[in-house]
């Protein structure tokens, strides 16, 4: 540890001007080379740069395959991307059929057009839901059909990034008002309504999402009266409905501790009852302060939707791996995987940017 | 508003007594929860009797009839159920395990290394902290798994990271030392080092609040770790044969083995979840605020002390309640073994579930286990917490 003396960085934190560095090479010397220990530190820092990033370029790019007409004639020294072309669709759109690929397409495009508008803090309030409600009608309607001259396609055959998105959005717009529930009972003076939601909470929160995933998949046709079946996709969402609300629950209650007792007592001097302190005075407040966790939250939701293949739906993930069975293109397993990364990590890097933002203009006004 | 409380309630209004009102919103609460349950709980009853599916914990002491491929303690197809269960337990317990300390250590290098005064080795770090947060830890394992699985290659031809020490696709294999008595004195001599190292410690800061002088009782206590299994070692003439791992045939003989599941996965819980901890190290040491460590260095501390004394044990109390959660996630995130086929509790009970059908208590026995193995974490966790929290007078 003494060699990377952490102490030498915080002077830069209290803002005290850096080093003004005149040339290429004073940048250097202040950066790099300002001390022994540090000058080992970077020459054994590009030491590992030199071995590692030429054969990883020379595999991604140098001696890549980019057109190719079967894999057999793909396996070379470097990446077969001609894999990506050949399988790109499927991976992204799964078994939805082929000429109708626009469809999934464009909710994708619908997805990314709500989320960027979310993002902008001038649409939060009525217009945001209203914009949610019709866009995800416009999503189902688009990935069903039946209507408008698209055919009917069963929910069994919305593979891959679409799948995904409908998870991660639904799983979180339908989980929110259960975790304020959640949160607000937690909180609550009746010890039974407390009691049953703590132990809600924290038995969620203890076991791993693939129980809840087993449990939807294999318990929930068993908790159904006789005759009523649910589908897969339904069993899945509802596990992350159910997954999703306890840890938003906890977020949630993060901000309702935030609320200075004053804010109570002024309702209640107001006259208010206990819904309408909560809905006008409590939660507006306890909300607008959680929204930087909520946003990672999200991410971490967006992250774990990918879990789903395991009981069996073919997200994003899941597309990527039947593309891997296919018996003429076998073996491309980093190029599939790198592939998806890079649509994974755009998403939740971008979010996750996005929400570093956010907390960063909070602070501001909250310091005065 | 002295007469309010006269007025007698009006029909179909909540009572004004608040006490009752909430005794009469907590039975409506239970009612409403115990009805539901009771609804689901019939269901299951009727379709599980529709079904022909047994229940009750019965099958534990059948035979399980399926292998397993990596164990902790001896396993066979015809042990029971029961067995197979605490395999899988043990299982999902050591890669746990094995990874917390992996991650740690990880994340504290990449966490300090996020603070350097180095401006290449800062920008590695966050390299390494955002590429790796942003991608599903599940994608991460089949990557690994491919890695090791896929593209590393046959025994022949198989990669030598060090000497003896080989990765092919079928894991890693190193050598590993040939059991010999004098390590049992050597293991006797490490644990008289601690006992050693304990006593120094004490008394040297006993002296020190008495008298002022100062021992150097790290270095002793490290010397007496250290120094004492190597005397036996030395005494004894040095018995260390390594058993080394050779080729023969299409796989490896001798050494010790890893498969390429386990190491897939434990890389990956490491990689994924050192990342996070990056995070809480450098956001814990950021907390403490630079007038400490110049306080620190007014009253003549060295670097080393300032970090030691002053900086470290402020920012373990930032640290330590984040962490626990990011153990108790590994731990959790362990039961995605299922999907690269590693034997761990989840991927075990799954088995046994698809072959006697009975999946609730398969389902409740995994979630038992979790919901234990978090109990024990954050107690654990609780209690070092509170040793170094905040003394205040």
Same mark, same amino acid.
């Given at each position: 540890m003494?060699d +990377? ?17 005149a040339s290429?090479?004073a940048?250097l010397?202040v950066n ?5 220990p ?13 071995? $590692? ?32 072309a ?7 759109? /799964?078994?939805y ?14 997805f990314i ?5 979310s ?15 019709a /866009? ?13 001259g ?9 593979? /891959? ?14 989980? !929110? ?7 607000l009972?937690?909180?609550s ?7 049953i939601?703590? /132990?809600?909470?924290?038995l969620?929160?203890?076991?791993p999402l693939?129980?809840?995933? !087993?449990?939807?998949s ?10 009523i ?10 596990a +992350?409905?159910? !997954? ?5 629950a ?26 309408r302190?909560?809905?006008l005075?409590?939660l507006?407040q ?7 966790p909520?946003?990672?939250s999200?991410?971490?939701?967006f992250?774990? $939707?990918?879990?789903?293949?395991i009981?069996?739906?073919f ?13 003429n293109?076998?073996g ?13 990590? $755009?998403?939740?890097?971008f979010?996750s ?13 909250r310091?005065? | ?7 007698a ?15 009469i ?9 115990v009805?539901l ?8 009853? @009727? ?12 099958f534990?002491?059948?035979e #399980? ?10 396993y066979?197809?015809?042990? @029971?159920?029961?067995? #197979?269960?605490?395999?899988g ?5 050591y ?6 300390v992996l991650?740690?250590i990880?994340?504290t290098? &990449?966490? =300090?290394a ?17 590429a790796v ?12 798994w491919a *890695? ?6 046959? %025994?022949?031809?198989a ?13 890693f294999?190193?050598?590993?030392p040939?059991a010999? %008595?004098?390590?049992?004195? *050597? ?6 080092? =601690? ?13 020190? @609040? ?21 005397l036996?070692f030395l005494?004894?003439?040095m018995?260390?044969k ?19 599941e386990?190491a ?7 990689v ?9 190290v450098?956001?814990? &040491?950021? #907390? ?9 260095s007014?009253l ?9 004394? =002053?900086?470290?044990p402020?920012?373990?109390?930032? =640290?330590?309640?984040?962490? @626990?959660?990011e ?7 362990s ?9 761990d ?9 698809n072959?006697?059908g ?10 038992a ?10 107690l654990?966790?609780n209690?070092y917490?509170?040793?170094i929290a905040?003394?205040?007078?």
């Open positions: 003494a +990377i003396d952490v102490t030498q960085e915080l002077p830069l934190l209290v803002e005290r001007p850096r080093p003004v560095t290429p090479l940048w010397r790099l080379f300002n001390s022994i540090n000058t080992i530190l970077t020459l054994a820092a590009l030491y590992l740069l030199a071995v $590692t990033i030429p054969p990883v370029i020379r595999w991604a790019l140098v001696d890549a395959i980019w057109h190719a007409d079967s894999g057999r004639a793909c396996h070379g020294a470097g990446a077969c991307w001609a894999f990506i050949e399988k790109g669709r499927f991976i992204l759109f /799964g078994r059929p082929y000429q109708e690929h626009w469809r999934p397409l464009f909710v994708v495009v619908i057009a709500m989320i960027l508008a993002c902008d803090r001038r649409l939060w309030g009525r217009r945001l839901a209203l914009l949610w409600f /866009g995800l009608v416009a999503v189902g309607v688009l990935m069903w059909g039946g209507v408008l698209m055919t009917y396609v069963e929910n069994e055959r919305w593979n /891959g990034l679409p799948l995904t998105l409908i998870l991660a959005t639904v799983g979180t717009l339908f989980a !929110f008002p259960l975790a304020i529930l959640l949160a009972g937690r909180r003076r009746l010890p039974a309504v407390r009691g939601c703590v /132990g809600y909470i924290e969620i929160r203890g076991v693939i129980t809840v995933l !087993f449990m939807a294999v318990m929930l046709p068993l908790f159904l009266p006789t005759g079946t649910i589908d897969k996709l339904l069993r899945a969402q509802v +992350i409905i159910l !997954f999703a609300a306890a840890y938003l906890e977020i949630v209650r993060g901000g309702l501790q935030a609320i200075p007792r004053g804010q109570y007592e002024a309702a209640d001097s107001l006259g208010f009852g206990y819904w302190r909560t809905r005075i409590v507006p306890a909300l607008a302060m959680v929204i930087p909520l946003v990672n999200f991410i971490g939701g992250k774990n $939707t990918s879990l789903v293949i009981i069996g739906l997200d994003l993930l899941g597309a990527a791996n039947a593309a891997l069975t296919d018996a293109w076998q491309f397993y980093l190029e599939a995987y790198a592939f998806i990364a890079a649509i994974y990590w $755009t998403f939740c890097f979010m940017r996005y929400s570093q933002m956010l907390e960063r203009e909070f602070n501001k006004s310091q005065r | 508003m002295t007469d309010t409380a006269a007025v309630p009006r029909p179909g209004r909540p009572p004004r007594n608040p006490r009752i009102r909430e005794v919103y907590q039975i409506l609460f239970i009612s409403i929860v009805t349950a009771g609804f689901l709980i019939h269901n299951t009853l @009727t379709n599980l009797r529709r079904q022909n599916i047994a229940s009750g914990f019965g534990l002491d059948r #399980a009839a399926f292998g397993i491929g990596e164990s902790l303690v001896a066979s197809p015809a042990d @029971t159920y029961a067995r #197979a269960f605490l395999v337990l043990l299982n999902t317990l890669v746990s395990a094995l990874g917390v991650a740690t990880l994340g290098v &990449i966490g =300090i996020r603070l350097s005064s180095n401006w290449l080795i800062r920008k590695l770090a966050q390299i390494y902290v955002e947060r942003n991608i599903p830890i599940l994608l991460q394992l089949f990557f690994w *890695m090791l699985r896929v593209s590393a290659p046959a %025994p022949r031809q990669w030598e990271l060090l000497p003896g020490v080989l990765v092919s696709n079928r894991g294999v190193f050598p590993v040939t010999d %008595p004098v390590h049992h004195w *050597m293991l006797l001599a490490v644990v008289l080092g =601690i006992a050693g190292a304990v006593g120094v410690g004490r008394w040297s800061r006993r002296r020190q @609040t008495r008298t002022g002088a100062q021992f150097p009782s790290a270095w002793v206590g490290a010397g007496l770790v250290i120094g004492l299994p190597l036996v005494a004894a003439g018995p260390l390594l058993d080394w791992p050779e080729l023969k045939g299409f796989n490896f003989v001798g050494g010790g083995a890893v498969s390429p386990f897939a996965l434990l890389i990956g819980l490491t994924y979840t050192g990342a996070f901890i990056a995070e809480i450098r956001a814990g &040491i950021l #907390a403490v605020g630079w007038g400490q460590s110049e306080a620190a007014a003549g501390l060295k670097p080393g002390q300032r970090m030691r004394l =002053i900086v470290l402020q920012a373990l109390r930032v =640290i330590v309640p984040p962490m @626990t959660s153990y108790l996630n590994l731990t959790k995130n039961s995605l073994a299922v999907a690269i086929g590693y034997p509790l989840v991927s075990i009970a799954n088995t046994t579930m072959q006697t009975q999946a609730i208590e398969g389902i409740a026995m995994i979630m286990v979790y919901l234990t193995i978090s109990l024990i974490i954050s654990f966790m209690l917490n509170r040793a905040l003394v205040e007078r």
